[in-house]
């Protein structure tokens, strides 16, 4: 079977860059053959003729292609680049429940499932086609539509039927929403059993966190902090420019943090602002978890290299990655992976996550009462009574390794 010669043509000129895969351009003739056959024999021998168009059967190998190159790579439909924004953001993440939905074909399925959530203490894996929500089938809705039926209040319950692409059969799952915290900053203040200790959470990178981590500093510093904690459990990152500015509060200026590796193109060094306000040399540890991800795991990897941190918690998710979003033709986009983010050592957290100095097991009620603490206000009187009189390990671990 002959592959067309200017399809042909163009996919190897596509694939003649400096950095090319280890395998020979000769050996894409076979490939692409191969795929062609099956392709053909697909259609020519399925009884479910509904399904057999070659844009369906394309996109669906399109589909495998994408998802089998890492966890944050994927190829978008056309139902779902409807939802991709003008900055180029695909919404579709029920961020409540730590999952993304995606639809092709009238299919309904997990797109994506975050480093935190209920979906995967499921054990929920992109792919997953969803065939019932709370006990109707998704039907032919446009994924808006199906959605909305996802979205729920923290506590909330949803109750999904699930078809695993790994597994047999039918498998039945609750998930429960969950508070998600909309500040950066959600907690600033001297600790209680020691003021000279300094305690900052940040739940996200948002867009004005860096301001407002300073001001935070400087308070804390006028009140006579010597020592400080910096939170990022269950930070699932955000916005790469602040989590320099923020590093340049605790490093040299013009110090290299964060480093970008892209195939084809010189290194990409990002240093820390030329000036700096205040010298914050102070011993610093940096509390992670299984749930921080990108640029916390950036920040706690950088302070570790450059000596300013000692980071205590569990290894963290392992987000290190660059994602764009590239339209193609006929209404479809891919989500691409197209680099790594680096420390200041050259290593990367990327898919193996930063190891911390001092492990700390933390149970589930640990992470629940550390939920709360973020909002402690809404929590009704018993509740809150057991949130005060929980012993934060974490924090713990830091004062004593402080005291060495």
Known sequence: MKFPSLLFASLLT?????????????????????FVEVLETVRARHPDLDKLTYDRL?????DGMLSSL?????FIHPEMQKMVSKEGILDNEISSLGMSIGKDSGKTFISAV??????QEAGLVPRTTILRINGAEPGESDLAKILERFRGRPGD????????????????????????????????APLPSDPSVGYVRLASFGANCAREIEAALDELEDKGMKLLILDLRKNGGG???????????????????VSVRERGKPEEFLKTPARQRRKREYPIAVLIDRNSASASELTAGSLHDLKRATVIGEKSYGKGSVQNIVPMGNGTALRLTIATYHTPSGSTPHLKGIEPDIQIKFADTDRKFFDQ????????????????????????????????
Do not use: C
């Open 239 to 257: 916005d790469l420019h602040q989590t320099v500015k923020i590093l340049g509060m605790f490093v040299a200026p013009g110090t290299s943090v």
């Open 14 to 34: 596509a694939s003649a860059a400096d950095t090319v895969p280890a395998d020979t351009q000769e050996a894409a003739y076979p490939a692409l053959e191969r």
């Open 157 to 188: 319950k949803l109750k999904l039927t699930l078809r695993n692409p790994e597994r047999p059969g039918e498998i039945e799952v609750e998930l429960t929403h969950r508070y998600v915290e909309e500040r950066s900053l959600v907690e600033a």
């Open 373 to 404: 603490a973020g909002h402690p206000d809404s929590l009704a009187p018993a509740a809150k009574a057991a949130l005060e009189a929980w012993t934060d390990p974490a924090i713990k671990a830091a004062v004593k390794a402080f005291d060495k």
């Open 70 to 74: 890492d966890a944050h790579s994927s």
């Open 58 to 62: 394309i996109n669906q190998a399109l």
């Open 114 to 119: 975050a480093g935190s959530g209920s979906a």
